[in-house]
């Protein structure tokens, strides 16, 4: 997740067993999974947890493959629903030092092998680093490692310091979008594309081999602009976008209209999409996260989970948590916001 990117039009923006009273199980669904709590109540708001992927870890130190799969084990037993890994490249701010990223698809696979029940997605794998085909292949992959648990997360990505840096495209970004969805989407769905562009091709491209679930890998895109919303309505089962001001509702609300709008103009009802929104939360008395990603949800575990019922109040059905800071100590605060929403 960029920054700052209020001027981009997608994100890119990602065992123990688990506590014996939480009694977990896992419904798939087309939009995920449901969290299934004891007695078969569900909680209707997901949680996910954003894994932290590149420099620096709070103090300047490279978040290590040992940490990341801490973390992820951990947020597994707690119960939290998604683990998410970023697709970055290289940050060079012009006022700031340059900080880089761990590979997003394979850190996904180790977080995959390294987990057992928790879902696992890319928040958000960008169309602009790769060619389409072999990212439905490196989908497929995923899926298959991680014995259906991966969650397809998908934006236009940005062009920039980053792109220029690593001889990537710079122009052309939603244009190169659409195009790839032309390939990407029939490939996951269909198992076939066949497809001519100006930008991607895919020439009778047959997707083969498919995992555990062909056909029905949830796919989320990272939408904000009016274009991107469309593509989102058209071919998303989950919609996402991430905090550029507030992590609160006030913020959000005015979006989720803008994806309700953009579905009824497809002919598509809005309640057929799932709604995910990225925000920073700061469960303990360490703060600053405000200076990079906006005002935070802080505060006691009560006020945090008051303030994630208000996006499911609201709407939302899943949200992603980047937890300030990303360390073991911030996620074990986390532990007692999930066990009140289970609550509810």
């Known amino acids: 997740m960029p920054l700052r990117a209020a001027d981009f039009e997608s994100a890119a923006y990602a ?8 009694k977990c199980r896992r419904r ?13 109540s569900m909680r209707t708001l997901e949680i996910g947890l954003v894994l932290p992927m590149g420099e620096p870890f709070v103090d300047g130190a490279t978040p290590r493959w040992v940490e990341i799969r801490e973390l992820a084990q951990r947020a597994e037993e707690i119960g939290f629903d998604t683990v998410w890994t970023a697709d970055e490249l290289l940050w060079r701010p012009p006022d700031g030092k340059t900080q880089g990223w761990w590979e997003c698809v394979a850190m996904t696979g180790a977080v995959a092998a390294a987990t057992s029940r928790v879902k ?8 602009l680093h790769r060619n389409p085909g072999i990212t439905a292949k490196a989908v497929e992959t995923l899926d298959e490692i991680s014995g259906g648990r991966f969650v397809f997360g998908l934006g236009s990505g940005h062009a920039g310091h980053q792109a220029h840096a690593f001889g990537l495209p710079e122009d052309h970004v939603f244009g190169r979008f659409a195009e790839a969805v ?11 594309a066949d497809f001519e562009g100006a930008f991607h091709a895919a020439r009778d491209l047959e997707h083969r081999p498919v995992g555990p679930r062909p056909g029905r890998i949830p796919i ?8 991107m919303l469309r593509l989102a309505a058209l071919h998303a089962d989950i919609w996402s976008w991430y905090v550029e001001e507030r992590s609160d509702f006030e913020e959000f609300g005015p979006r989720l209209a803008a994806l309700e709008a953009a579905c009824l103009e497809v002919g598509r009802d809005p309640a057929t999409i799932g709604k995910s929104a990225g925000i920073v939360v700061e469960p303990t ?26 996006f499911r109040a609201g709407g939302f059905t899943l949200v992603e948590v980047l937890v300030w800071p990303p360390t073991l100590a911030a996620l074990e605060a986390m532990a007692p916001v999930v066990e009140l929403l289970d609550a509810d």
Do not use: N
């Open 182 to 192: 032309e390939i990407i989407v029939p490939l996951l769905r269909q198992g076939r």
């Open 285 to 310: 008395s360490v703060t600053g996260s405000a200076e990079v990603f906006g005002a935070p949800l802080r505060g006691s575990a009560e006020e945090i989970a008051a303030g994630l019922r208000a």
């Open 220 to 227: 989320m895109i990272g939408a904000k602009g009016p274009k």
């Open 15 to 22: 065992i123990p067993p688990l506590r014996a009273e939480c």
């Open 120 to 127: 696992v997605g890319t928040w958000i794998l960008s169309a």
């Open 28 to 40: 798939v669904a087309r939009l995920g999974v449901t969290h299934m709590l004891a007695g078969g």
